[in-house]
């Protein structure tokens, strides 16, 4: 079986401070893991995903996630906010089937 | 090209009504699948069909029941809506369906069903 935790249900960050949204995983297999973003009233958008091709994977809008099997994580990452990154994120695994997070919903002050 | 779109984009029912919710895609993927998504639950999978002329079950298929009409389409019904079935419902498309597939989903804008 395999499930999807997103540790922060809500994170609320400055203007051009780093933004970090935790994920871990657990999997039978070597899943396939994807961040992806919902802005309100919107359908979701493919932020990332991994691959296997390279543990740091580099997203749409400055956006990096960092896969790590030791301790089954894959954080998500963007060095400076911009107000248009209030949203909410998901992380999702691909195993035998689809899963997602609940979300953690990003607020940016100015 | 289109992507994958819905129909409708809001709908207010109520309890015991029934309606279809309507969902096409112009990729040529070979899966699709049909979520709902309530806060602070993420997106939960009602039903998918990794082909056309298959459906299945996935984690909240009760009182739904879909129809893959052809390649193309992928359609939601509930019979009797109640108000539990509030919820925003998404449908999604991928091109393979097989195991750990790297393949990315693509969504549908969402259709926002309210049952009173």
């Known amino acids: 079986a395999q499930s999807v935790t997103q540790l922060d249900s809500h994170v609320s960050v400055s203007e051009g401070t780093p933004v970090l949204l935790r994920c871990n995983y657990s999997s039978s297999y070597s899943p396939s893991l994807f961040w992806y973003v919902q802005h309100p009233n919107k359908g979701l958008q493919l932020l990332l995903k991994y691959t296997s091709a390279a543990t740091l994977v580099k997203g749409i809008n400055g956006f990096e996630a960092e896969f790590k099997k030791s301790e089954t994580s894959f954080h998500l990452t963007k060095p400076s906010a911009h107000m248009s990154d209030a949203a909410e994120y998901f992380c999702?695994?691909?195993?035998?089937?689809?899963?997602f997070g609940a979300g953690t919903t990003v607020t940016v002050r100015a | 090209n289109a992507g994958v779109t819905q129909t409708p984009k809001f709908q207010v029912l109520k309890t015991g009504q029934s309606m279809t919710l309507q969902c096409a895609q112009d990729?040529?993927?070979?899966?699709m699948y049909w979520y709902r998504q309530d806060p602070g639950m993420g997106l939960r999978l009602i039903y998918y069909?990794?082909?056309?002329?298959?459906?299945d079950k996935g984690e909240v298929p009760n009182g739904y029941n879909v129809s893959r009409l052809n390649k193309r389409e992928f359609s939601l019904r509930l019979e009797s809506a109640a108000p539990s079935q509030t919820s925003v419902y998404f449908c999604?498309?991928?091109?393979?369906?097989?195991?750990?597939?790297?393949?990315?989903?693509?969504f549908g804008p969402g259709t926002r069903l309210t049952v009173l």
């Open positions: 999702v695994v691909s195993d035998k089937e689809l899963s």
């Open positions: 069909s990794a082909s056309e002329g298959t459906t």
């Open positions: 990729m040529n993927h070979n899966s």
């Open positions: 999604a498309t991928k091109w393979r369906s097989e195991p750990v597939s790297t393949d990315t989903q693509y």
